[in-house]
């Protein structure tokens, strides 16, 4: 397919413009959270941590997908049994303070939601190129969006620390929605908020299933990047435009050609 002009650019962050390598499944990080929360008055073991912290993520994704479906109870809305829910991380924090009796302040509950991402990455950075090829789009009047499924705790911190929190012209993080991608409702509060114009636009993702599928649900095209942690390809790519490995450097000149 030959590259359209489009009025709009979507991007997805993590695995597109930003590199990050987390595990929260290693042994040190627990113990460490454990002692941290202990410093605070809520004393679990790092083995009990982890499981109160698993069972509280399955739990409150599980009743705010029941919340959706009842909402959309009588609606002719055909993706209600597909909802993909998004819960704000920072409750289950909270929660696990208030297991203990311990009346966490809002500052203590971020402080500890951060030192749980900080001790879960093992690197973040940007992949080459990504601030020119924001900041060129935004130079010759084209929209610039964010469309992430990520924690506002997490992502607004790391947006600033990256350098490319300014470079866009909407921002939305899945934790304060509800939903995230694929859920064809993430991707429709963006079009509504921005007055965006799906025919116009280009979503750009490095996952077939929540940035591509998801996009061309809403009749919006596709450009899929195959990045070092795209999950691993089943299928064939079905986007309208692909790049099988990682340049944004190549994929600005892609762009720019059009919109020139």
């Given amino acids: 397919m030959e590259m359209k002009l489009y009025q709009d650019y979507i991007f997805d962050l993590y695995g597109t413009l930003v590199d990050i390598r987390t595990d929260e499944g290693q042994r040190a990080l627990w113990n460490k959270m454990s002692l941290f929360y202990g410093y605070h008055g809520a004393a679990y073991k790092p083995e009990e941590l982890r499981t109160a912290y698993l069972a509280l993520v399955e739990g409150k994704e599980s009743a705010q997908k029941e ?3 009842k909402a959309e ?3 002719a809305v055909r993706y209600a049994h597909e909802a993909y ?3 704000p991380i920072e409750e289950v924090f909270l929660d696990l303070y208030m297991a203990k009796g311990v009346n966490p302040s809002e500052a203590l ?3 500890t939601g951060q030192m749980f991402r900080a001790l879960s990455t093992h690197h973040v950075k940007l992949y080459a190129g990504v601030r020119e090829l924001l ?3 935004r130079n010759r009047g084209r929209g610039v969006y964010l469309l992430s499924n990520a924690q506002r705790i ?3 911190y790391e947006l600033r620390h990256l350098g490319i929190a300014d470079c866009f012209d909407g921002i939305l993080i899945s934790s304060d929605h509800g939903v995230k991608k694929p859920d064809e409702r993430f991707f429709r509060i963006l079009l509504e908020k921005y007055k965006i114009n799906p025919e116009h636009a280009l979503m750009i993702g490095n ?3 929540s940035d591509i599928a998801g996009a061309k649900k809403v009749g919006i095209d596709t450009f899929y990047i195959h990045s070092g942690i795209s999950p691993k390809l089943t299928r064939a790519v079905d986007a309208d435009y692909s790049m099988m490995h990682m340049d944004l450097k190549s994929l600005q000149k892609q762009l720019l050609y ?3």
């Fill in 67 to 69: 919340r959706t479906q």
């Fill in 73 to 75: 109870q009588g609606k």
């Fill in 85 to 87: 829910p998004e819960i």
């Fill in 109 to 111: 509950v971020l402080h």
């Fill in 135 to 137: 900041l060129s789009l």
């Fill in 154 to 156: 997490f992502t607004e």
């Fill in 207 to 209: 996952d077939l299933d």
């Fill in 258 to 260: 059009v919109a020139d």
